[in-house]
């Protein structure tokens, strides 16, 4: 088991914001198992995932929280030593969209002011029931400062490139 006596160089918190039901849990699920449940239920209750990775000759672990379910209910100590964020939407839910700028802010308000932040349009499997425009995420995102990805959890389109591309960001800045 190779994970064993490995030495572990850095540690990144990552957290996973956004409505329920936009794929958070499955995003998750996707990059550290390569799972995809249909029956998402089934995570309730998990606080964080790790993956270990290798990013310029050195071993990450990254620690990626879910809101399991909480979103309402989310704290300043799920924000607490966070150097990454994904603020997920669900591309054919304008809503979920729209309430990006609410998520933005409350993470701004909780996290420190260096926090890595990557706008994830999700469920691009479902591309005929497209509400939210690239464009508009673009625009927002460029804005914003934030880096900018369409994914699916579905299919695991891009959501490997998504998280390494926040790690590695992440660790350019800490390096
Ligand atoms: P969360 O509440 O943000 O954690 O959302 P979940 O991960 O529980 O997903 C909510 C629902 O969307 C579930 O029924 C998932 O199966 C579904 N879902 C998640 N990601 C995708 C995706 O990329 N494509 C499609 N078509 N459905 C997805
Ligand atoms: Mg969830």
Same mark, same amino acid.
């Given at each position: 088991y190779g994970d064993y006596n490995q030495k572990i160089d850095y540690v990144f918190k990552v957290v996973l914001i956004g409505d329920s039901a936009v794929g958070k849990s499955q995003l998750l699920a996707r990059f550290a198992r390569n799972e995809f449940s249909v029956d998402?239920?089934?995570?309730?209750?998990?606080?964080?995932?790790?993956?270990?990775?290798?990013?310029?000759?050195?071993?990450?672990?990254?620690?990626?929280?879910?809101?399991?379910?909480?979103?309402?209910?989310? /704290? =300043? #100590?799920?924000?607490?030593?966070? *150097?990454?964020?994904m603020l997920v939407y669900d591309m054919t839910k304008r809503q979920s969209f729209d309430h990006m700028a609410r998520w933005l802010e409350?993470?701004?308000?909780?996290?420190?002011?260096?926090?890595?932040?990557?706008?994830?349009?999700?469920?691009?499997?479902?591309?005929?029931?497209?509400?939210?425009?690239?464009?508009?995420?673009?625009?927002?995102?460029?804005?914003?400062?934030?880096?900018?990805?369409? /994914? =699916? #959890?579905?299919?695991?389109?891009? *959501?490997?490139t998504a998280f390494l591309t926040i790690l590695s960001e992440i660790y350019r800045i800490i390096s």
């Open positions: 998402s239920k089934a995570t309730i209750g998990v606080e964080f995932q790790t993956k270990t990775l290798s990013i310029d000759n050195k071993t990450v672990k990254a620690q990626i929280w879910d809101t399991a379910g909480q979103e309402r209910a989310v /704290t =300043s #100590a799920y924000y607490r030593g966070a *150097v990454g964020a409350e993470l701004r308000g909780h996290a420190d002011k260096n926090i890595v932040i990557m706008l994830i349009g999700n469920k691009c499997d479902l591309g005929s029931l497209r509400a939210v425009p690239t464009e508009d995420a673009q625009e927002f995102a460029q804005r914003e400062n934030l880096f900018f990805m369409e /994914t =699916s #959890a579905l299919e695991a389109t891009n *959501v490997e």
